[in-house]
């Protein structure tokens, strides 16, 4: 066994693992006969799962190799193609449970490597100019300094043609769409200090700043490729979370046959079989059988609703208790989901038109320093006329004011905070998100799943009976159901109870079970007191009398309430938009303290209100798990979502928090205003730096050997001046608890069956 | 001054030859799984060779 050992007891539990034609879905040939099937094992922490996980994966039969990759958290196994081997059963056994991985979303990251490639040369090219410049500094005779500027020009091309690139891309980018951004005045910078460098070099000067173009590409390359490295690290994160969405579904052929076809390919009028714990593929309506189905992913309503034949079912939701046949209504692109899809994109206007701090800061500055270079060319051509001269000044002023602290100012800043969040498990998908929750100054919470963790728990437990509530707990550990997972977590209080036996569960009405003579029976009040209503509500009985009746609530995010106030406390409003009933959402609100609540809400005037709150100039952070939220959370400045949110919430949000506590969200409030401190700091500093340079260098005093202890020592301040973040540093502020794990969070919403 | 005639260059070619090792490592995935290849060095060689053997025979 390994330390992923925790998860064994939940092992048992996984019986909800994707079918062999799921998995088989989500593989990829490899030719030779050969399979490659993806997944992701959270919960591999150390060598020894290294070990247990590629042993156990490598014993079955038909696999010829599994590696896996802890960074990632991934295993990637090969296997003949014929038989699919039990991966994920036998993961679970390891207690190391898994989920399949799309091999298609991860297809090697080469915007990294590019970036790790142009950074290796321009460290390379500036090391050895550094090397040499030291030596022309140190007072080389002429000869030498001549020698060595021409080594330096042939190190420096390479690296301003190969890891320059990155910035000239960007720049022409933005000036072809007739903006600045911040690439713009470096690569102009890079370019003049290159050119004018070459033109000294080949008429015997003196001074030569291929040095300072090189360690600027190199500095810069380095605040960006960390910036990288943290966002996909990030994104990765969340891509590896599970993934709520089917795949595919049994669709019974007309002959009675069964085929297991992907999502896309299911049509209007095929009948579906939709397993207990399957997730409804497109809509549909029910053709044959009773169950429950959970809609709190779909549209936020946490009590299961009942479905019989002719009940419409909407994509997303989930089959809890028996199974169905259910006809589909719609192709998967006319879907429930689909539609999210579209309102999701006509929603996402605000964030678009968001130009981020980085970027309104080249705006200002490039045309002061440009306006500054060219003021200084003509001043020295009015005072000497000697054009070489004032071109070399000129171009010395663009090189010292060349934006190297202001192209780290925000980056670093931003690296730092994500990593921060990283640790506290939050993950920045985006670093706007930062500067925009920065500026948030109003919340809206959804309820179901959110605010609660959409898993009820029991109410009202001191009232109760204990040897009822015993009995009740007894027979409700046979069952998966939500409900019966909530009380055989309550009731277990070691009283006796009588010995059950031919315990079988009836599908949309609850379980039965013999003692001696007595029938029990627990579930829906009209079925288990006989009287062959409709009644709802949660009974236990003997045959046919009440012993007790229970009532369920839903569970609140641990630290809800100090969330909400922690928020308020820094200057938030806030307010609940939620899909569920007005009553549940004014019950749930009044304990966190919200006052500001609406229920009901469908998907579209979710958006509208955030709308209506944006023209009020509210800048507004949405916080949501569910599909009805996906459009939400796309419309609103800045958004946030549960790493048990669907798979749409979860891509449209800019943070996802991978802790079932609510504390998630003031941290990353106080984090990013922090980091929003933490820039102008350094756009401060920026500024203070170039206002002491700029007339030492329009004055002409100014040398390669200044220009580059300049530079550093401004690049230096800027990058110290992030690492004082303090917020969300070890000791950590919220408390410690335990690692998300996918499965015992997956047990509220997806019941294996 | 004779001294640097060659030595510059030498110095050049060896950090070249580093670079292109870097290119190498990095082109074969060698920095792909950080977290895993700091664990993996910890590995049982004689152990991981019997597994191999194991499996080997076993497709065979």
Known sequence: ?753 | MSSLVFLIPLALLLGGVALGAFFWSLKSGQYDDLDGAAERILFDDEEERQDDRSRFNKND
């Open chain 1, 1 to 753: 066994m390994s330390c992923c050992a925790p998860g064994a007891e939940l092992a048992a539990e996984l019986g909800g693992a994707p079918s062999r034609e799921e998995v088989l879905l989500s593989s990829r040939e490899l030719g030779g006969g050969l399979m490659q099937t993806d997944l992701a094992v959270p919960n591999m922490h150390c060598g020894a799962c290294i070990r247990a996980v590629e042993g156990g994966l490598a014993r079955l039969p038909g696999v010829e190799q599994a590696r896996v990759n802890l960074s990632t958290r991934r295993v990637a196994v090969k296997w003949r193609a014929g038989t699919v081997p039990p991966l994920i059963e036998t993961l679970a056994t390891l207690g190391c449970p898994a989920h399949l991985f799309d091999t298609e979303a991860d297809k090697g990251d080469p915007e990294l490597s590019r970036l790790i490639r142009a950074l290796a040369v321009a460290g390379f090219a500036a090391m050895n100019i550094m090397l040499l410049s030291v030596s022309v500094w140190s007072g080389a005779d002429a000869e030498t300094r001549q020698a060595f500027h021409w080594i330096s020009a042939a190190l420096a091309l390479p690296a301003l043609l190969y890891s320059g690139r990155i910035f000239f891309r960007s720049a022409w980018r933005a000036l072809r769409h007739g903006r600045t951004n911040m690439d713009v005045p470096i690569s102009i910078g890079i370019c003049l200090a290159f050119g004018l460098s070459l033109y000294d070099t080949v008429h015997n000067g003196e001074h030569a700043y291929f040095d300072a173009a090189t360690t600027l590409i190199f500095f810069l390359l380095i605040g960006r490729t960390l910036d990288h490295v943290m966002r996909e690290k990030a994104r990765a994160a969340v891509r590896g979370l599970v993934r709520l969405s089917p795949r595919g579904a049994t669709v019974l052929r007309g002959d009675g046959g069964r085929d297991y076809l992907p999502v896309k390919e299911i049509a209007p009028d095929m009948r579906i079989l939709l397993a207990a714990g399957e997730r409804v593929p497109v809509d549909a309506v029910v053709a044959e059988g009773r169950s429950e189905i959970d809609c709190a992913i779909a549209t936020g309503e946490s009590v299961p609703r009942h479905v019989a034949p002719g009940s419409a079912l909407q994509a997303g939701t989930t089959n809890l208790s028996g199974p169905l046949v259910v006809i589909a209504t719609a192709r998967a692109e006319e879907s429930f989901l689909a539609e999210m899809v579209r309102l999701m994109e006509a929603a996402e206007g605000g964030r678009a038109r968001y130009r981020r701090l980085a970027d309104r800061a080249a705006q200002l500055y490039s045309p002061v320093v440009h306006a500054a270079a060219f003021l200084t060319f003509l001043g020295w051509m009015a005072a000497t006329g000697d054009w070489h001269r004032a071109i070399g000044v000129a171009i010395a002023v663009l090189i010292i004011t060349c934006p190297c602290a202001l192209g780290l100012a925000v980056p670093i800043v931003q690296v730092v905070a994500a990593r921060r969040l990283f640790e506290s498990g939050i993950m920045v998908k985006d670093g706007s998100g930062l500067e925009r929750l920065a500026e948030a100054d109003m919340a809206a919470f959804d309820k179901t799943g959110t605010l609660t963790l959409g898993r009820p728990r029991l109410a009202g437990q001191e009232g109760l009976d204990p040897d009822a509530l015993a009995l009740a707990a007894a027979l409700a550990a046979h069952s998966r159901h939500p409900l019966s997972r909530a009380l055989a977590a309550a009731g277990a209080n070691g009283r006796a109870v009588p010995h059950l036996s031919d315990i079988s569960e009836h599908p949309g009405l609850g379980l039965e079970a013999k003692a001696g003579r007595d029938v029990y029976r627990l579930g829906r009040a009209g079925w288990a007191l006989d009287m062959g209503g409709e009644e709802g509500g949660t009974v236990l009985s003997r045959n046919g009398q009440l012993l007790a009746a229970f009532t369920f609530e839903d569970t609140l995010r641990p630290e809800a309430a100090e969330a909400v106030s922690a928020l308020r406390g820094r200057g938030l409003r806030i307010a609940i938009l939620s899909g569920d009933q007005a009553e549940t959402v004014a019950a749930a609100a009044g304990k966190v303290g919200i006052e500001d609540h609406a229920g009901g809400l469908l998907p579209a005037q979710k958006v509208a209100r955030l709308e209506a709150l944006a023209g009020e100039g509210r800048k507004v952070l949405m916080v949501g798990d569910g599909l009805n939220d996906a459009p939400a959370l796309a419309a609103a400045h800045v958004s946030m979502a549960p790493a048990t949110a669907a798979d749409i919430g979860r891509n449209a949000a800019d943070f996802v928090f991978l802790h079932e506590s609510l504390s998630a969200v003031p941290l990353a409030v106080a984090v990013a205003r922090e980091a929003g401190r933490l820039v102008r700091q350094n756009f401060a500093l920026a500024i203070l730096y170039n206002a002491i340079a700029l007339p030492v260098a329009i004055a002409g005093y100014v040398t390669p050997l200044v220009a580059a202890i300049a530079m550093s020592l401004s690049s230096v301040i800027v990058v110290a001046n992030a690492l004082r973040l303090r917020q969300g540093r070890a000791p950590k502020p919220h408390r410690q608890e335990k690692p998300y794990r996918p499965a015992e969070a997956r047990q509220t919403v997806e019941l294996p069956g």
